[in-house]
């Protein structure tokens, strides 16, 4: 039985961890932990688990939680794992952080899109980011795994297999992503009112969004060289979802635009044995409604004949593969269980 | 293992159906059937169960379908199976039936009500109305159930305890309820259209919705006589729940109000030992995103000492305990399965 | 020119009044107030007034205003027009205040409602209830006008001709609203975010909603004697409208209930020459949709022979008939207008 | 008095129109045509006209109403028009075609990308392309508009002004597009239902879409050369609003990018007078929602220093500007009005 803390568990990301880990039979959940709700009852923000979790709030009070727990999941604000993580608490507990704290491998990239402090070198060494479907066996019996932002995971996903297959010019991608608002978090700002988010729709963070360092980390390791790219992510009146749209220049090969099928056997090739992707049949779209509540990423694509590009687009539940979901998967793969372990629910739809 | 079929698996609550069933390790799913969709892949309509369900779907031919399933879910439109079910069909498979053809004991109510011939006497009479909390021990073994309306299960369950207890006047009841709109089904009509549902509420059928002789019916057998009531049901710009608000004179005795307690005592001796159904502590209203995806009724209350009369209400998910839900809690009786087997997933928030 | 301040110019229901005005060629709007905004650009919240009102927001100072306004829009919180207003200012300005200060006659009630000390006697007695269509000849050229609420304007409206008309049973009223969420305000708070609000419906503050009492002293005012009544109000998953659903027992005449006409000659007198209200035809329910945008009032009802009640049902725009607009048409019968200036706009639908 | 009649009365391009014209002193309605709901009430299907357009549906019998009106819009499917016009009608009336019909100036395209025949060379010729901002002088004391698409409209005027300054490389266009559902208009099908586009978001047309030869038409006059671009339109769970995020190569000048001032300067230069088109201060992104209602467009953007892109971002509501108020605004110009009339109301917001 591993015994498993959620520090931030009254966010939605900590909260869908609960989710998927309540009814578990191989793991308990020890501590339901929460800064602003501490010692109340848990159920009263979360009335969905009533008759699952009525518990009282935790704390965050790592170094304790570090001597009982296996495991420790930190859906918490930037700063805070890279500020109380120990090596002394690495010795006896593992830990998958949600937070952005161990995702950017270099300390001046991180600081200059954070405006914080970098985590320690040492902590980041450690640290593997845990995108699973690229980074799997690093994975494996591992302490410390910087879970992959929502956006990140669906774009790195979308896009990764072309770069790395050299198929598309990585000097000329751009990724459009729309996003539910669950992915603004649950606290208390006017922005993500009903009133403000409803019938509306709107760019933001253009051209410095937090997410686009950590994906062109990614892609250039894909690319074998350093790449740019413009991310633009939107606010869609929804709850759950990321749709990326990602444009690219095709490479042509004697003149002429690879085929659909050469495209196809690129994915087939990279996500054709895996069990959280599933490529779409041409002339389909990724639609964020088939994955809603799974762990689900779903791609598809379209070359455009008349200029030379293709339109990459993937679709998944920003609350699971993109955040709860991949941080059980990655909690599985550091505890050698099955990979899929308790997140093969079919979407929910509608 | 059970062999299931459904018909009508391409409308909202069949979906439902596959969802709670496709996972099962007890069940097989041998047909989606669909008059619509039949011969078309069944994840052309339904994109979240590609790799659960990559099938072809059936026809609507009961009499073949009858001779693989051990048991047939009807998801289908009002007549359709009281026209087609017969005695040998049901000697050797079971039907759960979601429309309402076997609901109403009266053939007469039925006529009224719904301006089609009632099923025959003998099939009336073998159907049990499948109200699990309330008719469990009638359901186990039965071949042919009678699975309630989402407005009815909901509404019945909320009241039901006050009735029985003698605690409300039974001529007082009012209902009214509102309901996200899966309840309207998946077909093109242009009161169901986004533009049409999306920043609205409305009443509909009022006074005359065919859910209200199937609350009187059972409302009726609880008091002990015949019982008319108002049912007002709402249509609301959300895609799943139903909650029921509903207003009924409290009963003095010696001039005075029962206590909270007194009405919690009949609740908790009418479902402490329930499964799906959540009694809310004092003060909660019950809100039907705690019930989503899941098969619980929330039910809470409160007394106004100013007018003498119980705000009762209730919450569930229409597609689930208010269909799907039930029909597979339902089919979890027949065959003397655990009754929650396959059901117990927490709600899903947000 | 009418010159017109509003205090509370940045809450959805102040910024609807600048919507209703800013076009106006008799009104100049000199005083955009906001406590928490004061100092910034009102187009920083209000992107839709840009080129429109491309003002600095001031603040709340009543009693420099009252020396350069006309008139004064109070959207602003309980107590806060109480508090600050003085015979002085009363002397050189018309205040119409959308908060509850001056709306309940009796301080002893506003006190057990609100728990808030009631306004001085001398102002409460010079307070107009402005619901315009029972009270527009005591409306005309008074200097303080209660501006009613949301829920209270749709109910009054809604039941108030047949209580005066003796049709119902004073003692049987039953009050079921739905309203959307702009009604909760522009307050950055948990349970309003769009997260906790869509997919969902619930009811809040049931046996003790504060407009319970508004609604009590006008319909009694109409009955001719006290009565209490339920009300219970339910937040939906839009942004505007509010949808009243109310029951009562019909009273017989020899036995028998009174015939559709007989009520429709009962609305039809109350409101035949009314602006602002539209009786519906039979078997059309009112729907908040129609009414979006608009300072316009819809009404239809349906008897229920079987139970001996009536269904009444009426809809509006809580933002303008439930506030800003009702304001102006109060601002308008104030300053000898016309009642209907610049609130003639058809609703806006989809 | 200008006597105009609508074809297509009943869509919701058609009822937009009838909004805006409705109150109009200068303006008489004396025809809301529809094929479908002719001989019935206009209001049973627009509850929101209740008391302003209390009429029945006429017919879509062109010939006839041609000859009764000034002025005739038609909003009716493809072909419609250009299968119905004659140069008679055209020399008693004037027409505003919502359709495709009279768009693409070469029928090879036209039919190319619609796969109908296009209209006959001699209408096609008197045709104007009623993109107002661009093409004002053309349009004074025309025959026959082809009103613009809604995407199209949002696109162009995005993109129209550093095209045409040379300020961007036309071959890097990519337009990233999202539409709210009333885009699709109102006819009855499953993939507008209120179920399938809630809670998600999609692609659509990719690569495909009918819009994109009428983007390329343009911004081709303004390139000076043929372009062909990216065009992906999404659809959003919303009813109005159209935002387009384009991408694309700023060129350079001396080895340095524009500063913003330049290109602030350019569109200032473009749309300084414009009465319709706001340009965001520094830092604002267009948002769909502060448009919504009105007439306007919002256009905002950003320099990418590092990848060398331009952002640039266009917000209008499709049924007015995107429709039917750039209708209006196109029988404002041929009939020598003021060019505003009618449309100068604030959005609405919430």
Redesign the interface.
């Known amino acids: 039985m591993i015994k498993a803390g959620v520090i931030g568990a009254t966010g939605?990301a900590g909260?869908e961890i609960v989710?998927l880990l309540?009814?578990r039979p191989d793991v308990e959940l020890i501590h339901f932990g929460s800064r602003s709700y501490a010692g109340k009852e848990y159920t009263s923000e979360?009335?969905?688990?009533?008759?699952?979790a009525d518990v009282i709030c935790g704390g965050d009070d790592l170094e304790e939680l570090s001597k009982e727990a296996d495991v420790i999941f930190t859906a918490t604000p930037q700063g805070y794992l890279a500020g109380a993580l120990t090596k002394e608490m690495l010795s006896r507990c593992r830990f998958v952080d949600l937070s952005a704290d161990f995702r950017l491998k270099d300390p001046k990239v991180y600081e200059a899109w954070y405006g914080l402090k970098a985590a320690s070198p040492e902590l980041l060494e450690e640290a593997v980011y845990g995108l699973c479907e690229l980074h799997r066996e690093e994975i494996k019996g591992k302490r410390l795994i910087a879970n992959p932002g929502c956006y990140t995971t669906c774009s790195i996903l979308t896009i990764h297999p072309l770069v790395k297959a050299g198929l598309i010019d990585p000097a000329s991608i751009?990724i459009?992503a729309?996003s539910?608002?669950?992915g603004a978090g649950?606290?208390?700002?006017?922005g993500?009112?009903?009133?403000?988010?409803?019938?509306?729709?709107?760019?933001?963070g253009?051209?410095k969004h937090r997410h686009t360092p950590e994906i062109e980390q990614e892609l250039s390791l894909a690319a074998g060289k350093e790449l740019?790219?413009?991310f633009?992510p939107?606010l869609?009146?929804?709850?759950?979802?990321i749709?990326v749209?990602a444009?690219a220049d095709l490479i042509k090969k004697n003149g002429a635009l690879p085929a659909r099928e050469e495209v196809e056997a690129v994915y087939q090739d990279a996500y054709g044995k895996e069990s959280f992707i599933?490529l779409?049949p041409p002339g389909?779209?990724?639609?964020?409604?088939?994955?809603?509540?799974?762990n689900?990423t779903?791609i598809g694509f379209?070359?455009?004949e008349?200029?030379g590009?293709i339109?990459m687009?993937g679709?998944l539940d920003n609350?699971v593969k993109g955040a709860a979901g991949q941080a059980v998967q990655n909690m599985n793969l550091i505890f050698g269980l099955e990979e899929t372990a308790g997140l093969?629910?079919?979407?929910?739809?509608?």
């Open positions: 939605y909260a989710r309540i009814n979360y009335g969905n688990f009533r008759s699952f751009i459009d729309k539910g608002t669950s649950r606290s208390a700002k006017v993500s009112l009903f009133c403000e988010v409803n019938e509306n729709v709107k760019a933001y253009v051209a740019t790219l413009n633009t939107h869609i009146p929804m709850q759950r979802g749709l749209t444009y599933r779409l389909i779209c990724p639609e964020t409604r088939f994955t809603e509540g799974s689900f779903d379209v070359i455009d008349r200029t590009r339109i687009m679709a609350l093969m629910q079919p979407p929910m739809f509608p």
